[in-house]
């Protein structure tokens, strides 16, 4: 069996002295993993690097195999992430969530291209630290509603009221109005503005975000599985909190 794709690439682990079994995301292929040779050598080594864009074809005698990969480079945005903490820490967080949630071998367009359109946002030098959570915070609950547990920001739960959303229940998922909300804030999850009608966020508003998604993304996907979020989500979260 053969076939051609995009990806992105997710990981690389080193498998014996010279070779890797790489974790890509493709665009119609979904996520797939396959037998690199050579893949730590130094042709490859800086290709496969969390972040790029890559051309495959995987090859295999069965559809169950893991099957191998030749690779050839199509975007480099590695080099530009990397040197980066803030944006680094973004990129290894969603890319670990890739790995862990995402089934094999299953087509998700549209997570591909969340993906690829945070990978650039990361590696454009120009995007604003504020920016890249933002878009970091709406992937994560993009990633949310494509796997079945989407918030419904839509209007209040209470009053079906769409103007004034503040806050999200805990327990449905759904806003509520800050009047409604009044009595119950303290067990409601705040709703940062930026999630309804702007691009711009306070640090508080970001902190916000990143807990309102944590929240849900521990409850619905990562405890089923008995994990926690990445450790490397931790790291960016703690970068804003300074």
């Not at 051309?55 to 530009?80: C, D, I, K, P, Y």
């Not at 009595?183 to 711009?200: C, G, H, I, R």
Request: one cysteine or more; charged letters at 20%.
């Amino acid at each position: 069996m053969e076939w051609s794709d995009e990806g992105l690439v997710l990981g690389a682990q080193k498998y014996g002295e010279n070779d890797v079994i790489l974790d890509i995301l493709t665009l119609e292929h979904g996520r797939a993993k396959g037998f690199v040779k050579g893949g730590s050598g130094r042709r490859l080594r800086g290709v496969l690097q969390s972040g790029n864009s890559v051309v495959v074809t995987w090859r295999a005698r069965l559809a169950t195999n893991l099957g191998r990969f030749s690779v050839e480079s199509s975007t480099a945005r590695a080099v530009h992430i990397y040197g980066d903490m803030v944006r680094l820490s973004a990129m290894n967080s969603l890319a670990t969530m890739l790995i862990k949630l995402l089934p094999e071998r299953e087509n998700v367009e549209n997570i591909y291209a969340g993906y690829e359109a945070i990978l650039n946002l990361l590696s454009d030098a120009d995007a604003t630290l504020n920016h890249c959570a933002i878009a970091t915070i709406k992937f994560e609950a993009g990633l949310l509603q494509s796997l079945g547990f989407g918030l419904d920001l839509s209007a209040c739960a209470l009053s079906g009221e769409v103007d004034n959303l503040s806050h999200v229940s805990p327990k449905s998922g759904r806003a509520v109005t800050a009047t409604e909300a009044e009595p119950y804030v303290d067990k409601l999850l705040p709703l940062p503005a930026f999630f309804l009608n702007t691009s711009e966020a306070t640090t508080q508003d970001i902190l916000d975000g990143f807990n309102l998604t944590g929240y849900f993304l521990r409850r619905h996907l990562f405890h089923p599985l008995g994990v926690d979020l990445p450790e490397e989500r931790s790291r960016l979260v703690a970068s804003f909190e300074k």
